[in-house]
């Protein structure tokens, strides 16, 4: 028996080395949460990304990978994130003419709100103590990940931290949005689309494409014009 678990831990330890493992094992978690996901009735409040970030996080711990080892060789999943986030310019120009005929409501709406998800989260941290690198991760928690990250990264914060951030803001922008929808009676797909897409960037967005295309291409525009926003006025409040 002693013979075979350290086999086993042999090679265990070859397949951890390799970049190609923590690749796989990404995609397989994905892949097995969108599994899980269909089976348990698509729950509102337990989406695949949740479930994949609870599966991945319990492999790599009882693997003995470590996170840093899983962070390193993970990082080409990483470099994907430049062309995703220019690729953002895409639902933006096939959404152009939504953005000229409702420039006004567009115009009133995404500073405020765009501004009031970085300043809440920031004012509730501050209010409890939280030091500068916190409050850095937590002002893009509304964004977009790839411009999440730069943002984070420009003004001293956590990318780990703003991740996490990320995950939880788009579950519950999730949630509460449609909660909120219902009681306030709105059934606009336009209005849903554009509120989940400005707060629960792609969680929010691709809860908006189950609601209906409508509700997909606001959102679309809603995650892209917040990302823009934030990236460009951010960097210079957040010192103030």
């Known amino acids: 028996m002693t013979d075979v678990q350290a086999r086993l831990a042999e090679v265990m330890a070859v397949w951890t080395a390799s970049p190609m493992f923590a690749i796989a ?3 397989a978690a994905f892949m097995a949460a969108n599994w899980l996901f269909a089976r348990i009735g698509r729950p509102l409040w337990l989406p695949p990304v949740l479930m994949a970030a609870v599966i991945l996080a319990a492999v790599v711990a009882l693997s003995g990978m470590g996170y840093q080892n899983y962070q390193q060789d993970a990082r080409w999943l990483t470099v994907l994130l430049g062309p995703a986030t220019v690729a953002l310019g895409i639902p933006l ?5 939504h953005i000229r005929a409702l420039w006004r409501p567009i115009l009133c709406t995404l500073p405020l709100a765009a ?3 970085a300043i809440y989260a920031v004012g509730i941290a501050w209010l409890m103590g939280a030091p500068l690198p916190v409050l850095a991760s937590l002002a893009p928690k509304s964004v977009t990940a790839p411009i999440a990250m730069g943002i984070a990264g420009q003004l001293g914060g956590s990318v780990a931290l703003t991740l996490g951030g990320l995950l939880i803001t788009g579950v519950l922008a999730s949630v509460f949005v ?3 929808a219902r009681w306030l009676k709105i059934s606009d797909h336009r209005i849903l689309g554009f509120a989940l897409g400005l707060n629960g960037h792609a969680i929010g967005t691709a809860r908006a494409f189950e609601i209906s295309a409508t509700a997909g291409a606001f959102a679309s525009l809603g995650m892209g014009l917040t990302g823009v ?4 006025i951010l960097p210079f409040v957040f010192p103030f």
């Open 25 to 27: 094992l990404t995609l």
């Open 178 to 180: 449609d909660w909120g």
């Open 93 to 97: 120009y096939q959404q152009m003419h």
């Open 115 to 117: 501004s009031l998800a």
């Open 229 to 232: 926003f934030t990236a460009l």
